[in-house]
C-alpha cells in the first residue's frame, strides 16, 4: 500500500525539515514544494519528465539544505491559474508514482482521493522566531519585529493559497490526522516515534 | 524526570481509552475525570488520603471500564466553587506524587507550571458517532440525532468549563502538544508509538 504522507506547516515550525528527516527514515522520496515550483516554472507538465526524474536528480541539479526559503514568497493572487494548475498536476504524479512525503502547495486537499495521511507542523512563536534567526542566510539582517512580520506574511499566504482548494482552513486541526507542536525541541529526536506513528496509521486496523 | 501527561478529548474519540491504555504502555498511574471527581465528592480534599490511595484501589472499590460515562455531565456552570478548587488540589497532589496520565478537568492548565505533555484527542463526527453507538450502556437507546445532541452539549460543557481557568479555547491546537485525530483508527492499535513519542519528548533534547 502506498503511503502518501503530506506535511503543512507554519513557517519557521521546522515543518520543512520534519518531512525530509521523516522521508529519510521512511526511505521514501520527498518532495517539498520548491521542487514541485521548480518544475512548474522550468518545465511545466511533462509527464514523461515527472515521471523519470527522481528527488536525487532534482536535488542535484538544485541543491538544497533543510532549512528556509527566505527569498519572498511570491503573492498567491499573482500566482497564474496555469502555473498553479501545472504544480496540481506533478503533485498528482509524484503520488501516482508511489510513496512518497510531499511538503506544502495544499498537496493534501489535491490529494484527498489518494487518501494520504495528513500532518501539520506548528510551534510557538518565541521557537519559530529562535529557529528562523539561526538558519537566517548570511546577508539577511532582519530584525526580530521584521522577522515576525515576514512570518506571519508567508503563513497569510500560505492560508491564502490553501483558500483556492478548499473551506477548511489552514491549520484547523480538523483538517489533519496528527498535529505537531515542535516548540523547544530538535525535530530530529521526534522523527523515530513519529516515523512509527505514520507507519502503524497505514496498517489495516481502522475501526 | 517525572512525565506528567493531560488528555483533553472530544467526546466520542476515544481519549479516555487512549489516556488509559497510553498510562500502561508507560507504566505509570492514569487519573480520570470520574476517579477525580469522586474523590472529591466522597472524600473532599484529604491530603493524606489522596497521597495512600492508589489507582489500583480506586479501580477496585468504583469499576471503571473502558469507555465513556453516559450519565449526563453536570452542567459545569452548577459546579460549586469548593468542588471545583477541590478538584484542582487533588489534580496537583496526583502529579505532584510522580508521573501520572490525567484525562479531562482541565489538567493541562491547572498544572502548567510542572510542565506537562498536553494531548488532544478528537475524531470526525462519523467515528464519534459510531464508538458511541457500539460502547453505549444497556437500557439506553439513544437515536442518532439524540447522541450527536448530547455529544455537542457535553464537548459544550468541556469547553465552558475550561474557559473557567483560561483564554486559550478547548481544542485550539496551540494549548497541546500533540493533537491526535483517531478518526476510522483503533486506539490501542497507535499506543505503542505514540508512548515512544511520548517518552522521546521528555527526553533532553530540546533547542
Same mark, same amino acid.
Given at each position: 500500500m502506498n503511503k502518501i504522507i503530506t506535511v503543512s506547516r507554519e513557517f519557521g515550525s521546522g515543518g520543512r525539515e520534519l518531512g525530509k528527516r521523516l522521508a529519510d527514515a521512511l526511505e521514501i522520496p520527498c518532495y517539498d514544494h520548491e521542487i514541485i515550483e521548480m518544475i512548474a516554472d522550468h518545465h511545466g507538465f511533462d509527464k514523461n519528465y515527472v515521471a523519470h526524474i527522481s528527488e536525487k536528480d532534482i536535488r542535484a541539479a538544485y541543491p538544497l539544505t533543510i532549512g528556509h526559503r527566505f527569498t519572498p514568497a511570491p503573492l498567491v493572487i499573482n500566482m497564474s491559474v496555469q502555473v498553479a494548475v501545472t504544480q496540481q498536476k506533478i503533485i498528482k504524479q509524484f503520488a501516482n508514482q508511489g510513496s512518497c512525503v510531499i511538503v506544502g502547495r495544499?498537496?493534501?486537499?489535491?490529494?484527498?482521493?489518494?487518501?494520504?495521511?495528513?500532518?501539520?507542523?506548528?510551534?510557538?512563536?518565541?521557537?519559530?522566531?529562535?529557529?528562523?534567526?539561526?538558519?537566517?542566510? %548570511?546577508?539577511?539582517? #532582519?530584525? $526580530?519585529?521584521?522577522?515576525?512580520?515576514?512570518?506571519?506574511?508567508?503563513? =497569510?499566504?500560505?492560508?491564502?493559497?490553501?483558500?483556492?482548494?478548499?473551506?477548511?482552513?489552514?491549520?484547523?486541526?480538523?483538517?489533519?490526522?496528527?498535529?505537531?507542536?515542535?516548540?523547544?525541541? %530538535?525535530?530530529?529526536? #521526534?522523527? $523515530?516515534?513519529?516515523?512509527?506513528?505514520?507507519?502503524?496509521?497505514?496498517? =489495516?486496523?481502522?475501526?
Open positions: 495544499c498537496a493534501d486537499v489535491i490529494l484527498c482521493e489518494m487518501h494520504p495521511m495528513n500532518l501539520f507542523v506548528y510551534a510557538d512563536q518565541p521557537s519559530k522566531l529562535s529557529r528562523c534567526a539561526q538558519r537566517m542566510p %548570511e546577508g539577511e539582517n #532582519l530584525s $526580530p519585529s521584521e522577522l515576525l512580520r515576514k512570518m506571519r506574511q508567508i503563513d =497569510k499566504d500560505r492560508a491564502a493559497y490553501r483558500g483556492l482548494f478548499t473551506d477548511i482552513s489552514w491549520g484547523q486541526k480538523e483538517g489533519y490526522h496528527l498535529c505537531i507542536n515542535t516548540s523547544g525541541h %530538535e525535530i530530529k529526536s #521526534l522523527i $523515530p516515534p513519529l516515523a512509527e506513528y505514520v507507519s502503524q496509521w497505514f496498517t =489495516k486496523n481502522t475501526v
